[in-house]
């Protein structure tokens, strides 16, 4: 993974600077905190108190009210009446930590599971989200928040324990999944799995403190500044960079907790050392997998340009930098600027940098003519979209406006880009139920003799 000698921004998604374990030193540790989103979550009620305090005092902290699971045989409706005026509190983000814990099983299951619905109908009257604590009661949690859960206001699976499966069972509820720097254990290769398969903008990490320190720290007192452990781990099971992860999971935090959305469109964006282009929105296709009109975000990155680019103010945007290539791409269909794709890659090309187009390979049908010999000399890479093995299933799943021309027409391009231009790669997203990758990987590397690439579904950029 790339090395960066600046620390970026992190946002610890659920901290406990309200435990008395802080209580000797919290301003000195408050110091260096002060570039981070923290929220700090309470326990019980005076945790709760304490929360609010630390959020009213430090501008970067944020507090979250609740009572644990294994605390709630003792809560009273005082104790709720005190967490629902809490969320009121414009400090006050996030309903929690609740949930349920049969590993200390301190409390019986009826009195977690009451308290837990308890905790989601004040969430849902304070429209506020909720934080989900939960260990060794995956099967007992998921039908109380299928019923009662509103992913409309949002919640997180905090500090998830479980593998793939239960992280993907939770993201079609609409959480978030937060993973914490048990991650970094040797022996957790089921979270390092878990942490592949959860899209982008449901992404968040934590530390927990001061629990669960990272595996360096193991046994020590955990902080926020000690995040950055678990944001390697993650990035690295991710093949993102540190920069990536960090301003993913910040933006998630900033959209999830503070309602923060962003508002300018970036017209040129980094990912990993690839320098990515927003040419377009425009798209001849309606992808069942593409988030371009919902949500334009990749990889934190806003895309959702409402006026798009001209080359020159592309070229301006890129500036000096020297990244590994240049993507023309977007969230879009980019040949359909194809002057502009032209202009840009041949001033990246002066620069003697390496350009990659990633196109749906319409762009002969879209411009009525043979663009390949235009591209020969401005672009060393084209990424082709291919996603299926056969029109039926393309039309299915792109809902091209062309559907009797488009997949046709793609898979000429292929192979006009084949026997023209340095290289060619044609990709797929998957798993995508209908389709057999294994086909399109067929038709990829056997008939159209090119190399192939799956992208995993929901993990665009």
């Known amino acids: 993974?790339?090395?960066?000698?600046?620390?970026?921004?992190?946002?610890?998604?659920?901290?406990?600077?309200?435990?008395?374990?802080?209580?000797?030193?919290?301003?000195?540790?408050?110091?260096?905190?002060?570039?981070?989103?923290?929220?700090?979550?309470?326990?019980?009620?005076?945790?709760?108190?304490?929360?609010?305090?630390?959020?009213?005092?430090?501008?970067?902290?944020?507090?979250?009210?609740?009572?644990?699971?294994?605390?709630?045989?003792?809560?009273?409706?005082?104790?709720?009446?005190?967490?629902?005026?809490l969320a009121r509190h414009p400090r006050v983000v996030a309903i929690g930590e609740t949930g349920l814990d049969y590993f200390r099983h301190r409390t019986g299951a009826d009195e977690q599971k009451a308290a837990l619905r308890r905790h989601l109908k004040i969430a849902r009257e304070a429209k506020k989200p909720i934080i989900i604590h939960c260990r060794d009661a995956f099967a007992d949690i998921i039908p109380i928040l299928k019923k009662e859960f509103d992913p409309a206001i949002g919640?997180?699976?905090?500090?998830?324990?479980?593998?793939?499966?239960?992280?993907?069972?939770?993201?079609?509820?609409?959480?978030?999944?937060?993973?914490?720097?048990n991650i970094t254990y040797p022996k957790a290769q089921n979270l390092r799995d878990a942490a592949k398969v959860v899209p982008p903008e449901k992404l968040l990490i934590e530390t927990d403190c001061p629990f669960l320190a990272p595996q360096k720290k193991r046994g020590k007192r955990n902080d926020p500044s000690l995040i950055i452990e678990t944001a390697k781990t993650v990035a690295d099971v991710r093949g993102v960079t540190l920069e990536d992860l960090a301003r993913l999971t910040c933006r998630n935090f900033e959209k999830l907790f503070l309602g923060i959305q962003p508002k300018q469109a970036e017209i040129v964006y980094k990912i990993r050392n690839s320098l990515y282009v927003n040419v377009t929105r425009e798209c001849s296709n309606v992808c069942?997998?593409?988030?371009?009109?919902?949500?334009?975000?990749?990889?934190?990155?806003?895309?959702?340009?409402?006026?798009?680019?001209?080359?020159?103010?592309?070229?301006?945007?890129?500036?000096?930098?020297?990244?590994?290539?240049?993507?023309?791409?977007?969230?879009?269909?980019?040949t359909i600027r194809l002057d502009v794709v032209k202009a840009v890659a041949a001033?990246?090309?002066?620069?003697?940098?390496?350009?990659?187009?990633?196109?749906?390979?319409?762009?002969?049908?879209?411009?009525?003519?043979?663009?390949?010999?235009?591209l020969a000399g401005l672009i060393d890479t084209v990424s082709i979209s291919l996603n299926a093995p056969d029109q039926a299933t393309y039309n299915r799943i792109c809902h091209p406006q062309n559907k009797l021309n488009a997949f046709p027409a793609l898979i000429a391009f292929v192979e006009r880009c084949r026997d023209t231009l340095p290289e060619t790669v044609v990709s797929a997203v998957g798993p995508i139920e209908g389709v057999d990758m294994d086909n399109v990987r067929r038709l990829a590397e056997e008939t159209l003799r090119v190399k192939f690439r799956l992208r995993q579904f929901n993990m665009v950029g």
């Open 1 to 85: 993974m790339e090395k960066s000698a600046r620390v970026p921004r992190f946002a610890d998604s659920h901290a406990h600077l309200n435990n008395r374990d802080f209580d000797g030193d919290i301003h000195e540790v408050a110091a260096r905190l002060t570039d981070h989103l923290i929220l700090n979550v309470a326990y019980d009620i005076p945790s709760a108190h304490g929360a609010v305090a630390l959020a009213e005092r430090y501008p970067n902290m944020y507090a979250a009210a609740g009572v644990h699971p294994n605390d709630v045989e003792k809560i009273s409706e005082a104790d709720y009446q005190t967490i629902a005026t």
């Open 347 to 374: 001033e990246m090309k002066r620069r003697g940098l390496k350009v990659r187009l990633n196109t749906n390979g319409q762009g002969n049908l879209l411009n009525k003519r043979d663009i390949v010999p235009e």
């Open 155 to 181: 919640g997180v699976m905090h500090c998830f324990s479980e593998g793939p499966k239960e992280a993907e069972e939770s993201i079609k509820l609409g959480m978030h999944v937060s993973f914490a720097g």
């Open 288 to 334: 069942d997998f593409c988030p371009r009109l919902e949500n334009p975000t990749v990889q934190g990155h806003y895309l959702g340009i409402d006026k798009e680019p001209s080359a020159a103010e592309i070229i301006a945007a890129i500036g000096g930098q020297r990244p590994d290539e240049v993507v023309l791409c977007g969230f879009g269909e980019p």
